[in-house]
T-cell receptor, first 113, second 112 residues
Framework: DTAVSQTPKYLVTQMGNDKSIKCEQNLGHDTMYWYKQDSKKFLKIMFSYNNKELIINETVPNRFSPKSPDKAHLNLHINSLELGDSAVYFC????????????FGSGTRLTVV | GESVGLHLPTLSVQEGDNSIINCAYSNSASDYFIWYKQESGKGPQFIIDIRSNMDKRQGQRVTVLLNKTVKHLSLQIAATQPGDSAVYFCAENHNQGGKLIFGQGTELSVKP
């Protein structure tokens, strides 16, 4: 199936731990994104990468470090997790500039305890 | 600040009725708008989009209207069905590296 797939779907961890979320797309897109959805369902962009190059960094704490080994993958590593990091994180992909075909993954629910 | 908002947080309609979900956007330079549907436990799913050079676009049972004068977007769902129950988001493309600005979302509930 053509899709944006991210793992894991659920992640429960203790404060202070370091965790990673992986994302892969097989849609042939050249731009990938991370969005965060808070408890009120508000979606906000965190990062975008175009052909492995960081394009957008929305003043996200530097505990969050995206890594794009190739244009089909964008992983998110989070250091020293805090309670406030609990949210649903969505990976997305598109062609350059966004536009038609902007596709989201199914999300990773991160719970920090 | 950046926002695409103005919404009814919840909308309840009778099965078979038409639904209208509204959205206001803030950036008059935005040239592309998308409506997404998000079901519980899933990611946002594309419904329909519209470019700023259009006023109306129709899909299967859905219509998006764009009023650039008042920066308003609406999604109309015809003959609403129980499977339409979800949270609906409008999003605008700021042409900044593909960044989408999302509205707060409207939760649509369909009563049988």
């Amino acid at each position: 199936d053509t899709a944006v797939s991210q793992t894991p779907k659920y992640l429960v961890t203790q404060m202070g731990n370091d965790k990673s979320i992986k994302c892969e797309q097989n849609l042939g897109h050249d731009t990938m994104y991370w969005y965060k959805q808070d408890s009120k369902k508000f979606l906000k962009i965190m990062f975008s990468y175009n052909n492995k190059e960081l394009i957008i960094n929305e003043t996200v704490p530097n505990r969050f470090s995206p890594k794009s080994p190739d244009k089909a993958h964008l992983n998110l590593h989070i250091n020293s997790l805090e309670l406030g990091d609990s949210a649903v994180y969505f990976c997305a992909s598109s062609f350059t500039g966004g536009g038609y075909g902007y596709t989201f993954g199914s999300g990773t629910r991160l719970t920090v305890v | 600040g950046e926002s695409v908002g103005l919404h009814l947080p919840t909308l309840s309609v009778q099965e078979g009725d038409n639904s209208i979900i509204n959205c206001a956007y803030s950036n008059s330079a935005s040239d592309y708008f998308i409506w997404y549907k998000q079901e519980s436990g899933k990611g946002p799913q594309f419904i329909i989009d519209i470019r700023s050079n259009m006023d109306k676009r129709q899909g299967q049972r859905v219509t998006v209207l764009l009023n650039k004068t008042v920066k308003h977007l609406s999604l109309q769902i015809a003959a609403t069905q129980p499977g339409d129950s979800a949270v609906y988001f409008c999003a605008e493309n700021h042409n900044q590296g593909g960044k989408l600005i999302f509205g707060q979302g409207t939760e649509l509930s369909v009563k049988p």
